[in-house]
């Protein structure tokens, strides 16, 4: 493990490094995703004037849900996006033999080189959305519900990581990937509404198939209303499968690279 975290810090401070002399793209890409948070939460706002509830949700139990997958979102493109997407030029182009002949484990390496600071920046405008929430809704989680929601959110952050390598692991037997990334966004964006909202075929898209809502509404449920062992050990299960799945997906691809001589 000690391997593995010396190859990560040394990514991320070339990053960081890079980053600095770079600094006003980073300020321009910072301040445009807290300009798509402040749109999400003021839509929030808009709809709550004129409804009291949505699903049974109140406003702030909304802005605390929508806090959550942002938060999620956040972490999921400050450590992994840029590079699991990259992951698929790379393999087309035959740059991924960079990271084949890398010390250690191929898929630690190819979808943890880059990180984004500017989203990371942002988790921190999201988690102070899901405080301010919670303090408006009078809530007071003990520390055992504050580790739960803490773990969740790493599950969800594990799950939107597993389903992405698992949409770019085609790129070993197809020619491109193209048009994923975008796709993918906007799947995600399903997970800033409450379970209850999906009923019949888009409750099993969505919710069994492929869990995008489960990821954000189980965390914020657990700050709303204590720690719920049997939706807290579905989702520890939930992330276990999907990161067995693409780990799989992923190894059963590498065996079909034929690197860039080819």
């Known amino acids: 493990m000690s391997h593995y975290a010396r190859l990560w810090l040394t990514s991320a401070r070339y990053c960081i490094m890079r980053m600095m002399m770079f600094r006003g793209d980073f300020f321009v890409w910072a301040l445009v995703e807290l300009f798509w948070m402040t749109v999400n939460l003021l839509m929030v706002s808009v709809i709550y004037r004129h409804t009291d509830t949505v699903a049974g949700w109140t406003k702030y139990e909304m802005m605390l849900l929508v806090g959550t997958s942002l938060l999620i979102q956040r972490f999921l493109m400050g450590f992994f996006w840029s590079s699991i997407f990259e992951m698929g030029r790379n393999i087309r182009s035959g740059h991924f033999d960079f990271f084949v002949a890398q010390p250690g484990n191929v898929m630690f390496t190819a ?27 009078g809530l007071q989680p003990d520390w055992i519900d504050i580790l739960a929601y803490g773990l969740m959110v790493a599950c ?21 990937v193209q048009g994923i990334e975008g796709s993918y966004f906007t799947l995600s ?9 999906f009923v019949g075929l888009a409750k099993v898209a969505f919710v069994w198939v492929l869990p ?13 209303h204590g720690l719920n062992g049997q939706l807290a050990a579905g989702l520890v299960a939930i992330t276990v499968l ?3 799945l693409a780990v799989f997906v992923f190894h059963r691809g590498l065996r079909r690279y034929s690197s860039a001589s080819s």
């Not at 995008?212 to 709303?224: D, E």
Request: glycine share 4%; hydrophobic share 50%; net charge positive.
């Open 212 to 224: 995008v809502v489960v990821v954000s509404n189980t965390p914020a449920s657990t700050l709303l």
């Open 189 to 197: 964006e399903f997970s800033r509404l409450p379970r209850a909202a």
């Open 156 to 176: 969800g952050v594990i799950i939107h990581y597993s389903m992405l390598v698992l949409c770019i692991a085609p790129a070993f037997w197809i020619t491109s």
């Open 111 to 137: 979808t943890t080189r880059k990180i984004d600071p500017d989203s990371l920046i942002n988790s921190l405008v999201a988690l102070g959305v899901v405080i301010y929430s919670a303090r408006q809704l």
């Open 242 to 244: 999907w990161f067995g």
